[in-house]
């Protein structure tokens, strides 16, 4: 089977900075985009950040600027650098990733449990 275990959430004061990590581990054949979704409550998850299986990164604009995703293949590993943290930023972070698995001929995606970051003074 196929895991995503996100770590790195916490809480930070606004203007901090935190770094998320979601390591892929399983039967794993190839990975393609991965990326970070974050749900506020009350509202629906949203994309983040994406990036392609060649580091060609997407950003939502409200975190333009401010968000770095990054990869490392060799440790099927996406993160997600957060600075100048808002008190909007405050959700669960959800990792995800379009993973072939070592069993089948098709990718599917696959999403981490989620992990929570709280921005607040």
């Known amino acids: 089977q196929v895991q995503l275990v996100e770590s790195g959430g916490g809480l930070v004061q606004p203007g901090g900075s935190l770094r998320l990590s979601c390591a892929v581990s399983g039967r794993i054949f190839s990975i393609n985009d991965m990326g970070w979704y974050r749900q506020a409550p009350g509202k629906e998850r949203e994309l983040v950040a994406v990036i392609t299986r060649y580091s060609s990164t997407n950003y939502a604009d409200s975190v333009k600027g401010r968000f770095t995703i990054s990869r490392d293949n060799a440790k099927n590993t996406v993160y997600l650098q957060m600075n100048s943290l808002k008190p909007e930023d405050a959700a669960v972070y959800y990792c995800?990733?379009?993973?072939?698995?070592?069993?089948?001929?098709?990718?599917?995606?696959?999403w981490g449990k989620g992990t929570v970051v709280t921005v607040s003074s």
């Open positions: 995800n990733a379009n993973i072939r698995s070592d069993h089948s001929y098709a990718a599917m995606d696959y």
